[in-house]
């Protein structure tokens, strides 16, 4: 996905002339949330995060963009997860028994379930490579949380207005590289979970690049020749 920072445009007519695969994720995004059972509240965001159009994806007033994302687990008939908690990481020899078999769990993932008596269902999103993670660092925030207690998960069960655990993560636009594709994958975290990137089981992936080349945004027509030379660029 293509974005573009630093536009004087109002949303609308931005959103409007952004490149098609974000006009079509914004429109599905908000599909989504219009749809019966789901609404903003469920994750716990106001207009100015990720709980109304355009989710992110455009701002006024040319500040940086900081688009959301939605995850939402699937509906396995009959299943309810479990997690982790304080109690299953004191098991020493039940924790190395879960390690050997599974990919190793990020240490702030583990820090959280040493907390808690509840056990714990995850989702941590980072990026693939070095240089992703560095861009990613503290510019990646989640609604409602990064964690979701087994005891709230509805097991699925063909119920009318069932309702999948949803989340959204905002990646901060103003702090991250421009110009620099981010490979971003999200992993869910559960003591079932099997993470395969071939068979794309457990986790997701998605590629995002910031952009603020405004001669190309003067050539997408997002810019016109008046707003670039008030920023400095005059065309020959």
Not at 91 to 100: M, N, P
Not at 123 to 144: F, I, M, S, T, W
Not at 199 to 226: I, Q
Request: one cysteine or more; aromatic letters at 12%.
């Amino acid at each position: 996905m293509h974005c573009w920072l630093g536009t004087t445009r109002s949303w609308s007519d931005l959103l409007h002339t952004l490149t098609p695969s974000i006009q079509d994720y914004a429109l599905r995004y908000k599909n989504f949330l219009a749809a019966t059972p789901y609404d903003p509240a469920r994750l716990k965001v106001s207009s100015d995060d990720c709980g109304a159009w355009p989710y992110g994806f455009a701002s006024d007033g040319g500040d940086p963009i900081s688009p959301c994302f939605i995850l939402k687990i699937n509906k396995i008939f009959g299943w309810k997860p479990q997690g982790f908690n304080k109690t299953f990481l004191a098991d020493k020899e039940g924790w190395e028994k879960w390690t050997t078999a599974h990919d190793p769990m990020p240490e702030h993932l583990l820090e959280m379930a040493r907390a808690s008596e509840d056990a714990l269902i995850f989702v941590d999103c980072q990026g693939e490579n070095v240089l992703d993670r560095e861009a990613l660092a503290g510019n990646l925030k989640y609604y409602p949380d990064q964690k979701l207690s087994v005891k709230d998960f509805e097991t699925y069960a063909n119920q009318e207005g069932y309702q999948s655990p949803i989340f959204a993560i905002r990646i901060d636009g103003s702090a991250v590289p421009k110009g620099q594709l981010l490979h971003i994958e999200c992993r869910f975290w559960h003591l079932e979970v099997v993470h395969s990137r071939k068979d794309r089981r457990g986790l997701v992936h998605f590629e995002l690049l910031f952009e603020d080349d405004l001669r190309r945004l003067y050539d997408a027509g997002v810019l016109n020749e008046d707003e670039l030379k008030a920023k400095g660029i005059i065309l020959e």
